[in-house]
């Protein structure tokens, strides 16, 4: 078996589209295309913004509909929406909002920006004129409360709605879409001298953006600039700069610089100053995200990961679909294959069904713990909304109904909660956008969404980060088997290189221990390198701990990784990544690691096969196999077991290094550790001796917690090119010695009876 052949061509992904994969000649001229397409993004200078409001996200067409669903026969509506905005009111009418605000640029209880964005939304859709009038009143009062206080210029540190950051800050990040939205879609309620001091204060906060984290922090390569010229090649040459064009705030001042250019009419803004920078943001900040998307992005996962991915992702798809809506867009989804895959993507991450928090965490109900990555706050799925609710509006206009009904599907079952929760979600949030965009989507006429899942593939590759998620069936019994080699150069990107994952019956065997702390390879399944001091190595400085603990290098590696080989095969999955330049770093002066790299199969539907090459220049080094358990493990010699939750085990067969030491301990509180984790134990499988040159081979089994596991056996070549390799219940897999290099030939001696597949890897 050869582990570099290429996959199957297509993935049908629903109704979103297609995905190429592989490392195949077709493959690689494909991505060549998409990076010349990302240069050809249109411009948008010469189209006209539709005339009247509303004409973000909603558009004056839709209101009819939208106060149609706007009624006792709709949950939503009854139930939800209608409930919010009682007890907004209430809050507005007792002074808590404004009043209660601190103006502060990151949380406050009460978001007077937020409300006003609720209130300017039901003065489009209730029903009833004169309470439309009322929340358009209130609407109005609200934001320019905060508005004129605003209009006197950048303030100090802390001061009322003028810090710094306002605009660029977290508050920034979760409610900057709510000033241009609640402009647009209360517009008749605002005098010409509010739309003065509107337009005075967007106009300050637009050049904000060009200034904000981390537009400034970035060395190297070009950014956008007011008036710069658009579709520059030369804003799209560094790729330092292009990565992080997804950061999460990145994406915030695009979004809200793109919607505050939408959101006054002509006459309102003379001179149009600030709708010039709608050039900006779509001939600069979108040709930018554009090709990220396209290249080291693409296959439909953003870089930062669980937590910050989707919302991050999501602003940006709110910008997109407010382009549309307005008329300045509207291909963006359907020309750029990301789009298309994140669907899939997301639905690909997660086990095949949800879990249920004890302790402290039960009142959330179900939750969904997915194939993790990136920093953490929760274990779990937060809601994604503010991502999936705008491609399903984008879908709803393209007429795209399976895409929407699988939306609806994931929005009512994935968020903590799930479908018991649906209505909470809406009536009873602090979370007003979130709110708003479960009404757009949930139509009350349409028949309860049918699972989507049973209709993709068994496996998606997300490319641009090197992730790959593997499935035996989408059935209840189905096993899912995740590995990532992603670059780093992000915030909330980890050192989890060469990190796998297996779940079992829904429930998570094992997986990387979801923390914030990015810094903790040691708590990702993957291996630890000691190597040389790092130039920055004080006492209490980050980098001497990464040292000490033999970590990957978050920001500054010297260098990608690589897969050099993946493969899908009739019941395997065959991956080869090296991680080697994750583990040094030129800025630290770091190069101790001279070969780090994991050549890993899984044989469906319960063994996975680990191969591991650690090699230093200098002896007296260690190197650690480390793996994350949900219970503490009983060792036998070199195999260590360990049970979940659920009564299921896991055993683990160490067959090298030859003279391997395993233990196993509880995790540490180090890494800042989420609540409610499942992987709560670790084991770590070294050779005492540290030496210069290591080999791991590791066998994983999953099976039901009264079964025997089976027998594992070594293999190594007798002669020709050097192979390791292990049997395992019929089936023998052969990794080389040395990654990379010429096979003349190889001779093993296998097992003569029982044996049925031999894989051979390299």
Known sequence: MNARSALAPVLTALALGTAACGDSPAHRETTRAAT????????????????????????RSDLPRLRRWASGANPLWAKGLRVLAAEAKADMDAGRVPGGDRGSDAYDEHTTEAYAQLFAFLSLVEPRAGARADYGRRARSLLMAVLREAARGRGEQDERWRDPDFSTGDRSRWHGEAFPLTVDWAYPYFSGADKRVIRKVFLRW?????????????QGGRRPLPGGRPRDPGLIADRRRVRWSLNNYAIAHARNLGLMSLALDARDDPGGRLRRH????????????????????RGGLSPEGFNYGPDALGRLAQLHTALRTAGRGGEAFAANPFWRD????????????????????????????PAWYGDALHPYVEDPIPLFGPLALDAAARGDTRTVEAIRWIQTHVPPGGAPQLLERVGNTDQFFGAILYFLLFDPAAAPPADPRPQ?????????????????????????FAHKLSWNALDHQIGDGNDIALARNGEWLTRQRTQYASGYSDYTNTLAVANDPPEHNDEGDPRRLMHERGLQWELDPAGDPAVPARSFGDGYVAIT????????????????????????????????????????????????????LPSAARIDGRRATARTAGGQQLAVTSLLPERAALTTAPNETEGEPTEGDPMRHRLRIEDPSAPRDVRFLTVLQGADGDATPDAVTRLRSR???????????????????????R???????????GLRRVLVTG
């Open 36 to 59: 010349a397409a990302a240069v050809q993004v249109p411009a948008q200078g010469a189209a006209r913004t539709a005339a009247g409001h509303p004409r973000l996200l909603v558009r």
């Open 342 to 369: 994140a669907l899939p993507a997301f639905l690909h991450s997660l086990p095949q069904r949800p879990t249920r928090p004890t302790g402290d965490s039960a009142w959330l109900g179900q939750v969904w713990l």
């Open 456 to 480: 993709l593939p068994l496996h998606h590759v997300a490319e641009g980060l090197n992730r790959t998620l593997a499935r035996t069936c989408w059935c209840s019994e189905g096993r899912l």
């Open 206 to 218: 637009s050049r904000e953006q060009f200034d904000g984290y981390p537009m400034t922090s970035v």
């Open 743 to 753: 096979v003349e030939e190889v001779a093993v001696e296998v097992p003569a009876d």
């Open 577 to 628: 990544g090296d991680a080697t330049n994750l583990y040094n770093s030129d800025y630290e002066d770091v190069h101790d690691a001279r070969h780090v790299s994991r050549s890993v199969v899984w044989l469906q539907p319960d063994h996975v096969v680990a191969y591991d090459r650690a090699t230093t220049g200098k002896e007296g080094r260690f190197k650690r196999f480390w793996l994350q």
């Open 278 to 297: 709608l050039r900006d943001v779509t001939g600069q900040w979108l040709f930018v995200t554009d090709h990220a998307l396209r290249t080291d992005a």
């Open 719 to 741: 002669s020709g090119t050097p192979y390791d390799g292990a049997v395992v219940a019929g089936q023998a897999v052969l990794f080389p010695v040395q990654l990379g290099g």
